[in-house]
């Protein structure tokens, strides 16, 4: 499914999601290990071309995330979100590729637009997790639950005795969180850009993660270098790598699922 005639409304203003006469690729294709830099330095230029506005789109995203918090009940329902705000984040993102700006409105877009098939891709992903947590639970015995409902009190004899059972938790946990995410990583880009029903997007997600393995590795290890330095100044350096983080969803998304739209030449043979 492309894109040419699709619209992404902000304002009274209609941008067309395709400026460059790009293809879409169903599946995704494989881009090579070394795009890990190039993904994040595209959310970099993103980032650095609207910094203010990227800095308050993340603020307004804390902000509810936070105030939830207090809601215990609330909390729990709004894991099933977590789609529908990367959603905002891609609106945005794609925007400021085609228009040069986006409205700090745009982090709600997915509220008004397919948000039965994102919150479907966030219950899914939490429902992933979840079983994470019940699988390392089952292999980890009754000296992890010991140590889960102990607390900061654990002692310290429990903790050494049981530190094989907490990495075989920690690794089926790890895993589960990554099948949770390649299920989910491109899923909301191509339900609110291609339009496409959650079965198809979350099977088109997978698909291009498994075809991307190694560079996914790459990416989230540099990712996560980035975020932890930024958080070292009192967390202050993360209104930078955060913002960064979420524009991936996108930049990754538009190298991996677009390729230039190659022109066909005849030769001078045919007339």
């Known amino acids: 499914m492309d894109t040419q005639d699709m619209n992404l409304n902000s304002g009274e203003n209609s941008v067309s999601l395709s400026k460059e006469k790009d293809t879409f690729i169903p599946g995704g294709r494989a881009v090579g290990a070394g795009m890990a830099t190039e993904w994040v330095g595209n959310a970099w230029e993103m980032f650095k071309a609207k910094p203010m506005k990227w800095i308050l789109l993340t603020l307004i995203y804390f902000a509810i995330m936070i105030a939830l918090q ?9 894991a099933l979100f977590s789609s529908v705000f990367i ?5 945005a993102s794609e925007k400021q590729r085609t228009a040069g700006d986006f409205d700090i409105e745009l982090l709600f877009y997915g509220f008004k637009n397919k948000f039965g098939s994102l919150v479907a891709v966030g219950a899914l992903a939490f429902g992933i997790n979840v079983l994470g947590v019940i699988a390392a639970v089952i292999l980890g015995g009754t000296s992890l639950l010991q140590i889960f409902l102990a607390g900061q009190d ?6 050494m005795g049981s530190f094989s059972s907490l990495m075989l938790a920690m690794l089926v946990i790890l895993f589960f969180n990554i099948v949770s995410l390649a299920f989910s990583w491109f899923a909301s880009a191509l339900i609110i850009i291609n339009d496409l029903k959650f079965g198809e997007a979350i099977s088109m997600s997978l698909s291009a993660v498994r075809k991307n393995l190694f560079g996914g ?23 930078v790598t955060f913002p960064m983080y979420m524009a991936t969803y996108y930049t990754t998304y538009r190298s ?8 066909e ?3 001078h043979l045919i007339s």
């Open 70 to 78: 207090f809601m215990p009940i609330i909390s729990i329902i709004a």
């Open 87 to 91: 959603a905002g984040f891609i609106a």
């Open 154 to 159: 654990a002692d310290l004899m429990l903790l």
């Open 217 to 239: 590795f790459l990416f989230f290890l540099l990712m996560g270098i980035l975020m932890f330095i930024s958080a070292i100044p009192l967390g202050l350096g993360l209104l």
């Open 256 to 263: 991996i699922f677009y390729a230039p739209e190659t022109q």
């Open 265 to 267: 030449t005849k030769s």
